[in-house]
């Protein structure tokens, strides 16, 4: 599977931004979508996951309330929908698939994670 990801750009505090993910084979039901991103000079970090089947979320703390995940089966897309930025949420934001052939819970683990995206840049900042 390969991932295109897209939508980023320089966004003002208060802002929204979405991100798009778009997948070069059909997702199957099993598989797990996730967004994470890396700030210049920190560790990679989860930001969230969603089920294909279901639809069912997982998000980190800090993005709960202000992004949402969600996905067009018809498009084996994914997007992210990014309101109200903080300057601490810039990062390259990266899209993940996982394959799930055990059929496991939703992980905030990039090492669980089988094929990554290019990433797209997003910049928070008056």
């Known amino acids: 599977v390969q991932l295109q990801a897209s939508g980023g750009g320089l966004v003002q505090p208060g802002g929204s931004l979405r991100l798009s993910c778009a997948a070069s084979?059909?997702?199957?039901?099993?598989?797990?979508m996730a967004w994470f991103r890396q700030a210049p000079g920190k560790e990679r970090e989860f930001v969230a996951a969603l089920t294909w089947r279901e639809g069912s979320t997982k998000y980190t703390d800090s993005v709960k309330g202000r992004f949402k995940i969600s996905r067009d089966n018809a498009k084996n897309a994914v997007y992210l929908q990014m309101n109200s930025l903080k300057p601490e949420d810039t990062a390259v934001y990266l899209c993940?698939?996982?394959?799930?052939?055990?059929?496991?819970?939703?992980?905030?683990?990039?090492?669980?994670?089988?094929?990554w995206g290019q990433g797209t840049l997003v910049t928070v900042s008056s």
């Open positions: 993940a698939v996982r394959q799930n052939p055990q059929r496991t819970p939703l992980t905030a683990s990039g090492a669980q994670y089988d094929a």
């Open positions: 084979v059909p997702i199957l039901s099993n598989y797990h």
